[in-house]
C-alpha cells in the first residue's frame, strides 16, 4: 500500500488543517520534551510566529538512561493542548506504548519514535487509528524495514502516514546520527507518502541545523521537524541541539526563500 507502483499519485497528509506532500511543506517545531507551562506556551507561540505549521512536544520520553527526565506524561500532553488553543496549531506527539493511547485522543498526529519503528503490535494499534501518525525510521533500519513499518499501519487501514528520516547509526561518532539526505529521494520513488526531515535529532548540535535543514530543503523534503527551546541551556532533554526561538525565526526566512526558489 506505500509503493509508488499502486499509487502513482503523491499523498497529501492533513494534520489538523496543516497539508503535508504534494507539494505542500510543513515544519513542525517545538521543544523535545513539555516541561512547563511557560516553556511550552512562549516556545510555541515563537514557533507560530516564524512559521511553523504543527508545533511538537514529547509528554512519553524515549530516554537512553531510565535516570533521565521521562517527560510529563498525561499532563504533558494537556499543556500542549493549551499551547494549540493559544496558538492555532495542531500538535505531534510521540506515543511509546498502546497503554498511552487513551491520553491522546486531542492530538492531532501520533509519533512513533525511532526505537519503536519495528514495535509491530503498536504499528498495527495506530493503524487501526482514523489519526496521521508520523512514522520515524529506526536507528538502524533499512528503507526496506522502515517500508514494512509502515506498510504494518497501512494493512490495518490507515494510510495517513508521514515518514521522518531523523539520522542513522554509522561509525562517524561527531554527530548524534548521520542524516541521511539519499532517503528524500529514494522515498520518493519508492513510496507516494511524503517524508521529512529532522535534522534535530540527526546533528545533536544546534550549530548543524541550519545546514541540514537547508540541505534537505534543496533536496527535496516535504518538510522539517526541529526542536526549539526557549532557553536551551535549561532544557531537560536534548538542550544542546535545539534552537533559541530567534535562531529558528531567521532559519524559517531561508527555508521558506528556498523552497519558494525551487
Ligand atoms: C523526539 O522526537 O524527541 C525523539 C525522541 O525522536 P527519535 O525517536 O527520532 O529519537
Ligand atoms: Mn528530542
Known amino acids: 500500500k506505500a509503493n509508488r507502483k499502486f499509487h502513482p499519485d503523491d499523498s497529501i497528509i492533513n494534520v489538523g488543517g496543516a497539508l503535508i506532500g504534494g507539494g505542500h511543506f ?5 521543544p523535545c520534551s513539555v516541561e512547563t507551562p511557560e516553556q ?9 510566529e516564524a512559521g511553523a505549521t504543527i508545533l511538537r512536544g514529547g509528554a512519553f520520553k524515549p530516554r537512553t538512561s531510565p535516570y533521565s527526565f521521562q517527560g510529563m506524561g ?3 500532553l494537556e499543556l500542549l493542548e493549551l499551547a494549540k488553543k493559544e496558538t492555532g496549531l495542531p500538535i505531534v506527539s510521540e506515543v511509546m506504548d498502546i497503554s498511552q493511547l487513551q ?4 492530538v492531532d498526529m501520533l509519533q512513533i519514535g525511532a526505537r519503536n519503528m519495528q514495535n509491530f503490535t503498536l504499528l498495527k494499534e495506530v493503524g487501526k487509528m482514523k489519526k496521521p501518525i508520523l512514522l520515524k525510521r529506526g536507528l538502524s533500519a533499512t528503507y526496506e524495514e522502515w ?7 497501512m494493512s490495518e487501514g490507515n494510510e495517513q502516514i508521514v515518514l521522518c528520516e531523523r539520522g542513522i547509526r554509522t561509525f562517524e561518532p561527531k554527530t548524534r ?6 532517503a528524500i529521494a529514494m522515498m520518493h520513488e519508492l513510496s507516494h507518502l511524503p517524508i521529512i526531515m529532522d535534522p534535530s535529532h540527526a546533528a545533536g548540535m544546534s550549530r548543524m541545523v541550519r545546514p541540514l535543514s537547508l540541505a534537505s530543503v534543496g533536496g527535496g523534503a516535504d518538510g522539517l521537524m526541529i526542536e526549539v527551546h526557549n532557553n536551551p541551556a535549561k532544557a531537560l532533554c536534548d538542550g544542546p541541539q535545539a534552537l533559541r526561538p530567534d535562531q529558528f525565526n531567521s532559519l524559517m526566512k531561508e527555508v521558506q526563500a528556498l523552497h519558494n526558489a525551487l
Open 26 to 30: 510543513a515544519v513542525m517545531a517545538g
Open 40 to 48: 511550552v506556551l512562549e516556545t510555541a507561540k515563537a514557533c507560530k
Open 74 to 76: 498525561p499532563e504533558g
Open 103 to 106: 491520553y491522546f485522543d486531542n
Open 147 to 153: 517500508l514494512m513499518a509502515a506498510e504494518y499501519i
Open 177 to 182: 546520527n548521520t542524516l541521511d539526505v539519499t
